[in-house]
């Protein structure tokens, strides 16, 4: 049990942008308006000017975090330190849980970047891994079965892995004349990623009952998982943004639009068949079950990327910056989550050069709310900083249900 909490525990997450980058993670996601550089690429292209230039060197740009909705770490020491439950202690552990044990884990990295002029590109690579748990599941774990029945299915029992890497171009800071006269002017800019993809695994299905009455106990367990090696996809990312006074500035995005990938290389379907049938204690002893698993090739399958709508403003002080990032995905999917969220973000410069980054956003239904911590140096021509985020506590610590790392680094030549 032990092993299989810190397995849980270890590969979890939360959502940020649907292709974050390392600076994004300073901010909790409070970015969109930040974004002036090679950056503006993944979140509004229309920040894209001339009078910024930049470049991305490998692997220097990115983030990794893990985090979960109801465990942390000193959850799972009170509880499990000692090696043992009691009945009282298993009860408080599975008040820490929600109706599902939800996970999700991110990993991000820069390949290269470049920026000339109000065009940009970038090449990344990305990660994604979520699973989700039943709350009974835990249960009947921990305790065994209580009830008569229980039934289980793919809406709160799956998971998927996918990997990906993105090319990404766009063009920005093109003037929109709609309104002029009664609006400020509007910059527009849009961008288009060529999505190649590396490995993707999901859960097409899953069902599973457990029943016991006076016949004995029967239960079965289907799952069937597919995967793919191999895929193309595309996404499109297009942006507004205006300055309606010296020292403000709003923008709004829809990020994925038409956005997909097709595997369509390499696939294979994998199901797992567990049968128990009328088994008493007495059979206990014998083998009691019966379990099946096949194996075979596949046709292909598209995994949807959904759209996300963000609207944004940010507020420049004299040594600050104060941003509020408003997020709203169409549906829920290994990149996006359909509940809103809310993130704000501080810059300050308490000494020139060096740059303090704060961030703060909302939960959804993925992972708890989460506030990030960044710093780092701030040249004319040259920028780097690293930071952390925790969730669902103020500092990582045995109180965080996740923790997150990220560096940036961005050349002006």
């Known amino acids: 049990m032990k092993k299989l909490l810190i397995a849980l525990f270890v590969l979890s997450a939360a959502c940020l942008y649907a292709l974050p980058t390392g600076k994004s993670f300073l901010y909790a996601d409070s970015y969109m308006l930040r974004s002036n550089g090679i950056e503006a690429v993944y979140t509004n292209p229309a920040l894209l000017n001339p009078q910024t230039k930049g470049v991305w060197l490998p692997l220097i740009n990115g983030g990794i975090y893990v985090a979960n909705n109801s465990i942390s770490l000193k959850t799972y020491n009170d509880f499990f330190g000692s090696g043992s439950l009691d009945e009282e202690e298993?009860?408080?552990?599975?008040?820490?849980?929600?109706?599902?044990l939800v996970f999700h884990s991110e990993s991000h990295h820069s390949l290269?970047?470049?920026?000339?002029?109000?065009?940009?590109?970038?090449?990344?690579?990305?990660?994604?891994?979520?699973?989700?748990?039943?709350?009974?599941?835990?249960?009947?774990?921990?305790?065994?079965?209580a009830?008569?029945?229980?039934?289980?299915?793919?809406?709160?029992?799956?998971?998927?892995?996918?990997?990906?890497?993105?090319?990404?171009?766009?063009?920005?800071?093109?003037?929109v004349n709609i309104f002029k006269d009664k609006l400020p002017p509007i910059k527009f800019g849009y961008s288009g990623s060529l999505l190649v993809g590396v490995n993707?695994?999901?859960?097409?299905?899953?069902?599973?009952?457990?029943?016991?009455?006076?016949?004995?106990?029967?239960a079965e367990s289907d799952?069937?998982?597919?995967?793919?090696?191999?895929?193309?996809?595309?996404?499109?990312?297009?942006g507004l943004v205006s300055n309606p006074t010296k020292n403000t500035q709003v923008g709004l995005s829809l990020d994925n639009v038409l956005g997909f990938i097709d595997w369509s290389l390499s696939n294979n379907e994998l199901k797992y068949n567990v049968v128990i049938d009328s088994v008493y204690i007495s059979d206990?002893?014998?083998?009691?079950?019966?379990?099946?698993?096949?194996?075979?090739?596949?046709?292909?399958?598209?995994?949807?990327?959904?759209?996300?709508?963000?609207?944004?403003?940010?507020?420049?002080?004299?040594?600050?910056?104060?941003?509020?990032d408003v997020v709203q995905g169409f549906a829920d999917s290994f990149m996006?989550?359909?509940?809103?969220?809310?993130?704000?973000?501080?810059?300050?410069?308490?000494?020139?050069?060096?740059?303090?980054?704060?961030?703060?956003?909302?939960g959804n239904n993925q992972s708890p709310w989460h506030i990030s911590y960044g710093?780092?140096?701030?040249?004319?021509?040259?920028?780097?900083?690293?930071?952390?985020?925790?969730?669902?506590?103020?500092?990582?610590?045995?109180?965080?249900?996740?923790?997150?790392?990220?560096?940036?680094?961005?050349?002006?030549?």
Do not use: W
């Open 375 to 413: 710093t780092g140096l701030k040249l004319k021509h040259f920028e780097l900083g690293f930071g952390v985020q925790s969730f669902q506590s103020l500092f990582p610590g045995y109180n965080t249900k996740g923790v997150s790392f990220a560096t940036y680094c961005n050349i002006d030549i």
């Open 336 to 362: 996006t989550s359909a509940t809103p969220r809310i993130a704000m973000g501080l810059e300050a410069f308490p000494m020139p050069l060096l740059p303090l980054h704060l961030g703060f956003a909302t």
């Open 147 to 175: 009830e008569e029945e229980y039934h289980f299915g793919k809406g709160a029992n799956n998971g998927d892995v996918s990997s990906f890497i993105d090319f990404t171009v766009g063009m920005g800071d093109i003037s």
């Open 284 to 324: 206990l002893e014998e083998d009691f079950y019966t379990y099946n698993e096949t194996r075979h090739k596949s046709s292909g399958f598209t995994t949807i990327i959904p759209p996300e709508l963000r609207i944004a403003g940010i507020y420049h002080g004299k040594n600050y910056s104060l941003s509020l």
């Open 112 to 145: 290269y970047g470049g920026k000339l002029q109000n065009y940009a590109y970038a090449l990344s690579f990305h990660t994604y891994a979520n699973a989700s748990m039943q709350k009974e599941y835990l249960e009947l774990m921990l305790n065994g079965n």
């Open 200 to 218: 993707a695994i999901n859960t097409k299905s899953f069902k599973g009952h457990i029943i016991s009455n006076l016949d004995g106990l029967d």
């Open 223 to 238: 799952v069937v998982l597919r995967s793919g090696v191999g895929g193309i996809g595309f996404k499109g990312l297009v």
């Open 90 to 100: 298993k009860a408080k552990f599975l008040q820490e849980i929600e109706s599902e």
